[in-house]
């Protein structure tokens, strides 16, 4: 136990390390004191999986992690789509996530946003559209936002939660 | 008609380890398979292609390992009677290999398990899309189909399915489990949710891009496949890599296994009720994948490996930097080991839960991290080492115990024996070019390229085609051999458990479907 209160002593707490204002830590920090004001309440995220190579997922799983501390400032990833404000779409939809991928959006309550995450997303990546991928997740489902990328650096997914956010009537 | 077969009329095949290619009739294909498998070896990968519009026929693939090589037999298929004998009896990872090779080339298996895999219901049954006459641009409407599960009857037993969407930031497949209260009888996996079409894919891109698609087959061993699908290239070109090149891949390679294992042992502890080893080894992996950013321009090495070398050199600052990177890792690992070792709670969930026995490992083939805590000792890097391991000297892990702590314990073992192998490679970094020109390739011949990555064999089966164009382009995952092993290990434990079994297995979805 000791070890384990040394070690936390030591690490310290990464996201709230004294930032320099061009620092990637400072603009974490902006984005989540954005997040509080417009919302006022935790955002709720559900992930769907549509066929990705698992890179966005990486980056995904990244943005829990102590630099991004994203449950930290009150996002929290659910499990359920009844449950959430924002889908979070990766991959080129395959064919066979396809019905999926439809249910989970059309299971969220109202008002919700949709993000495709990742140029497999955003416009179907390498994959394009074929016998085994619809391509772009906005050919399937309606999509409020796109983050390209391949995958995604969390910073990008943090400004897209910011951007789409910042318009909260508008989904 | 038998190994000497092999010895006698085996050609060489262009890879980046010893492998030899042998034409069977479907006799021989039986006969030797059983004699392979007798001999030890294993089946890594089976594959098909349509060479109907060259021969007329159908042609199989099966690569075994077998001590020291790999050894490819090659069965033709007539075109009008597309059926081959199964390998299923001797080798279980065989069985969903053939109903993969069924649902894309409509050519079949002639006994076992006939039902699709990754077709579901996607594309017509009587459609083949990895056939020269499909059109990769075919949509067609999808109808999902029920899928005839396995039923368990008996008393008080009822089904759970889960997915194929979870309740976590993971990748999409379905798990159906029959139990009694709370207790696992049967688990029945259904996979191919995140089937891309990737082989068919590969024959519309020129043979100098391929790496791109590799390298995005399983975004977490981007660096594995991106290697071995440059691997089988260049043998097919006969182009030689420079030993700084080789360096470089293998550092990449090493970055990409320790990244992998942190992480992993991160969400085990998680999952175990010890959110304190998710924080620390998190962070400890996000300061790697920065690094990564800093030195090769990006976050997962993604496209850091190209045909003839790698994307960017490092310099003398960058090597330093990498150094007192890993000094600190270790320290770092070497601390939260002794916490995970000493903390009660945590070892009492890790031991003893999700079982693979080592004689089941072995009867189902199990391969890389999952085989080594189960009994196997079979580690590429060591066994059939390519450039640069062989001077490398690696040493496997290797536990018995084939529980959630075996595999615990392995992810240590090898995040330690790569972290040294990291420094070796940087302290003795050969000088030289890290790019080499890679030639124009003859048609019509088949180079493998085999990779260690950190789940285990990955292998690139690439045919060159038209000037400069690919005509097949098979990839494995070791998945394929380790998803019918969870089967095996979840049987007696209890349903909660399972996040925490099969994360200690952490088998890929995508880089399996395809
Ligand atoms: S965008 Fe890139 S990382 Fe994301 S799923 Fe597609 S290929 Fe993978």
Known sequence: MLNIIKRIRRTGILSDAPPESDQPEARVRGIHEHLHRVFGRALRIRHVDAGSCNGCELEIQALTNPYYNLEGAGIAFVASPRHADILLVTGPVSVNMEEALKRAYDVMPEPRWVIAVGDCGACGGIFGTSYATRGRVGDVIPVSATVPGCPPEPMALLQCLLHITSHPGQP | ?514
Not at chain 2, 157 to 186: N, Q
Not at chain 2, 245 to 252: C, D, E, I, K, V
Not at chain 2, 323 to 351: P, S
Not at chain 2, 499 to 513: Q, V, W
Request: proline share 6%.
């Open chain 2, 1 to 514: 008609m038998s190994l000497e077969l092999i010895a006698q009329e085996g050609r060489r095949l262009p890879a980046n380890v010893p492998a030899r290619r042998v034409a069977v009739d479907a006799q021989q294909w039986t006969a030797v398979a059983r004699q392979l498998q007798e001999a030890g070896a294993g089946l890594f990968t089976l594959w098909g292609a349509d060479d109907r519009d060259r021969d007329g026929m159908f042609h199989v693939f099966a690569a075994f390992l077998v001590p020291g090589e790999l050894v490819v037999l090659e069965l033709a298929v007539a075109g009008d009677r597309p059926v081959y004998p199964s390998l299923e009896r001797g080798f279980p990872v065989a069985a969903r290999l053939q109903r993969a090779i069924h649902d894309l080339l409509g050519i079949r298996a002639d006994e076992g398990d006939a039902r699709p895999w990754l077709r579901h219901g996607g594309w017509p049954e009587d459609r083949f899309p990895l056939r020269k006459d499909f059109d990769a641009a075919t949509a067609c409407p999808g109808v999902s189909r029920p899928y005839p599960f396995v039923r368990v009857e008996g008393e008080g037993v009822h089904e759970i399915p889960v997915g194929p969407i979870h309740a976590g930031t993971i990748e999409p497949g379905h798990f159906r489990f029959s139990v009694v209260g709370e207790k696992v009888l049967r688990l029945e996996e259904r996979l191919g949710y995140a089937h891309k079409g990737v082989a068919k894919r590969f024959e519309a891109l020129p043979l100098l891009e391929g790496h791109r698609l590799a390298a995005r087959v399983c975004g977490d061993s981007t660096v594995a496949f991106s290697w071995a699908y440059c691997a089988a290239l260049e043998a097919l070109a006969g182009a030689t890599v420079s030993p700084r090149t080789a360096s470089l891949r293998a550092l990449a390679l090493e970055r990409e296994r320790i990244a992998n294992h942190v992480g992993d042992l991160g969400a085990l502890g998680n999952d175990a009720g010890f959110a304190f080893g998710l924080t620390q080894f998190s962070a400890l992996k996000e300061r790697m994948l920065r690094l990564n950013r800093e030195v090769f321009g990006q976050r997962y090495l993604m496209d850091y490996i190209v045909p003839g070398g790698v994307r960017s050199d490092v310099g003398p600052r960058t090597v330093r930097l990498l150094l007192d990177e890993g000094v600190g890792i270790e320290r770092d690992v070497v601390a939260l080991r002794a916490i995970y070792d000493e903390h009660a709670g945590l070892q009492d969930r890790f031991k003893g839960a999700g079982q693979l026995t080592p004689s089941i490992a072995k009867t189902q083939g199990a391969f890389g991290l999952v085989g080594r805590a189960s009994g196997i000792e079979q580690d590429l890097r060591v066994t059939m080492p390519w450039a640069p391991y062989g001077e490398l000297r690696p040493t496997a892990a290797l536990r018995m115990e084939g529980d959630v702590a075996a595999r615990v314990q392995v992810r240590f073992d090898e995040v330690m024996e790569s972290l040294r192998l990291s420094r070796l490679l940087l302290e003795q970094l050969p000088q030289g070019s890290t790019s080499a020109p890679v030639a124009a390739v003859d048609s019509d011949r088949i180079g493998l390229g085999v990779v260690e990555g950190w789940r285990g064999p990955v292998m690139v089966a690439l045919e060159a085609g038209a000037p400069s164009a690919i005509r097949r382009c098979h990839v494995h995952d070791p998945s394929w051999q380790n998803w019918p092993t969870v089967d095996h290990a979840i049987i007696g434990n209890i349903v909660p458990d399972f996040p925490l079994i099969n994360k200690s297995f952490n088998l890929a979805y995508s880089g399996h479907d395809g």
